[in-house]
């Protein structure tokens, strides 16, 4: 099983960037998926999860900024981030399948069973 991001780049703040995860290898639909974020030397974040029913998670500094959804037939999570800060400047991982729960809250004390390798979004003020 593989989880592919793209999207990233770098954009000035107010910009917006849609992150892709595609997921390859598996034929099931996954319980659960989120995105994640990582500032070096800083632990990882949790920033939005998605389950299976469409029921969407997001950490609080990114909440009517972003939106999570995911397109099941073709196998692809998206991370939609609008209004973007040069605090959302990060490297953004997809992951799935979790060993238990699907919301934001908590999503880095779980573990996950497939990461992708990320992609790094910075926001220039």
């Known amino acids: 099983v593989q989880l592919e991001e793209s999207g990233g780049g770098s954009v000035q703040a107010g910009g917006s960037l849609r992150l892709s995860c595609t997921k390859s290898?598996?034929?099931?639909?996954?319980?659960?998926m989120g995105w994640f974020r990582q500032v070096p030397g800083k632990e990882r974040e949790g920033v939005a999860t998605?389950?299976?029913?469409?029921?969407?998670s997001y950490t609080d500094s990114v909440k009517g900024r972003f939106t999570i959804s995911q397109d099941k037939a073709k196998n692809t999570l998206y991370l939609q981030m609008n209004e973007l800060k040069p605090e959302d400047t990060a490297m953004y991982y997809c992951?799935?399948?979790?060993?238990?729960?699907?919301?934001?809250?908590?999503?880095?004390?779980?573990?996950?069973?497939?990461w992708g390798q990320g992609t790094q979004v910075t926001v220039s003020s």
């Open positions: 998605i389950d299976s029913d469409g029921d969407t």
């Open positions: 290898g598996v034929t099931y639909n996954s319980r659960c």
């Open positions: 992951a799935s399948d979790p060993a238990w729960g699907c919301t934001v809250v908590a999503a880095t004390s779980r573990r996950w069973t497939y």
